[in-house]
């Protein structure tokens, strides 16, 4: 995955995603494609969560998924969540939850609870940083206001860091793939490296959906395991999905 | 610069929005609504999308019985006992979804947990 939060000369905050999965579940030799990936595809759902008729959040779901990897509360804030890979992982949180040790919660039932109960940036920002959770996870964050926008690095257990954008240092975006921002990603899956080219060479005067987007369909940034790129700009509650397809030669991951 | 080797990267691209280039499309949008009984809430989605997901999963399956056809019945066996002490509504709406598509309940869960297993 690669989540982009950016905010504009004029201190407007765009956020944005590509979804990646299915790495290792099948190769389609015919297609050259994984085959998760490609089942996945037409699963690719916006969805509106209303109360009392009116949109609460939105979100991009894959239709059977009931938690949330991308979302958006119009007006308040928007999220993302990264996979993390850690040997401390998953299926360890999983395991002592099986087995009775129930206070972590569930890493994309967390987002949709934030997106439920949390009523400002920073509400979200201390329920995704505090809360024990099953799985390390990145959680990408951006709000309404001019720099609001962070990761979150989390274990299992506590917040391992924040990062969080300071546009008035020149720090105008953040930008999160699967590997902690503090240390280099590796050579045979660096995302991050063209993603902050590219998104240094719009520059924060033209950042906006088009110039995000096109950052977001450069190779490797786009890749065989992406499934959907998402545009969110939470004070005009716009949610843009597109399913994406990326054209030989396509690098695997 | 381009690099036409492993991994392959290009220059950046510009005036792809919302060009179809690498895009096959946009998704359609459902309406969740929360008023509505937990269990029922997803039917509308599922009236549409439930044959992918059925798809999806037993691709997975089929994937899971390369390995050993053992784990499948084992998806069977024990991730329903799991579902009754999830937190609401999500318990609800797992076995909603699995009412409404036909789909074991368990099998539902699997492709729930996928993202949190996947970190290792």
């Known amino acids: 995955c690669t989540s982009i939060v950016a905010q504009d000369v004029g201190g407007t ?13 099948g190769w389609d030799t015919k297609n050259h494609t994984w085959l998760i990936a490609e089942y996945l595809h037409p699963l690719v759902v916006n969805l509106d969560f209303t109360r009392n008729g009116t949109t609460v959040y939105k979100t991009v779901n894959f239709a059977g998924y009931i938690g949330v990897l991308t979302g958006m ?16 992982g998953g299926y360890i949180g999983l395991i002592e939850w099986i087995l009775g040790y129930r206070k972590a919660h569930w890493t994309s039932f967390l987002t949709r609870d934030a997106l439920e109960k949390s009523n400002s940036y920073e509400e979200a920002v201390d329920m995704l940083s505090n809360t024990e959770i ?39 975006y953040v930008l999160e793939t699967n590997y902690d921002n503090w240390t280099d990603p590796p050579f ?21 959906f088009q110039t995000i987007y096109d950052v977001l369909s450069t190779k490797p940034v786009l890749n065989q395991l992406t499934t959907y790129t998402a545009l969110m700009q939470v004070n005009k509650g716009t949610l843009e999905t597109y399913i994406r397809h990326c054209p030989h030669p396509c690098w695997a991951w | 610069t381009c690099q036409d080797v492993p991994p392959y990267t290009e220059d950046c691209q510009h005036g792809m929005y919302p060009s179809k280039a690498r895009s096959t499309g946009v998704p359609p949008t459902f309406k969740i609504n929360l008023d509505l009984d937990p269990q029922i809430r997803w039917n509308e989605v599922m009236k549409h999308k439930g044959a992918n997901v059925k798809a999806m999963i037993d691709q997975v399956k089929k994937l899971i019985s390369d390995v050993s056809p053992q ?16 937190p609401a509504p999500y318990d609800a709406e797992i076995l909603g979804i699995s009412k409404a598509t036909g789909i074991e309940d368990g099998e539902i869960l699997l492709f729930n947990i996928f993202y949190e297993v996947f970190t290792m």
């Open chain 1, 13 to 25: 905050l765009y956020h944005a995603r590509n979804l990646d999965f299915g790495l290792f579940m």
């Open chain 1, 73 to 88: 509360k119009p007006g308040v804030f928007s999220l993302t969540l990264n996979e993390r890979f850690n040997v401390n």
């Open chain 1, 134 to 172: 099953l799985a390390p996870v990145y959680y990408i964050v951006g709000g309404s206001k001019p720099g609001q926008g962070a990761i979150i690095t989390r274990d299992r257990q506590s917040l391992t860091n924040m990062y969080s954008m300071a546009p008035d240092k020149g720090m105008w």
């Open chain 1, 188 to 208: 045979f899956d660096d995302r991050r490296t063209p993603g902050k080219k590219c998104l240094s060479g719009v520059g924060n005067k033209k950042v906006d």
């Open chain 2, 71 to 86: 784990l499948v019945d084992l998806v069977n066996k024990y991730l329903p006992e799991i579902i009754e002490k999830l």
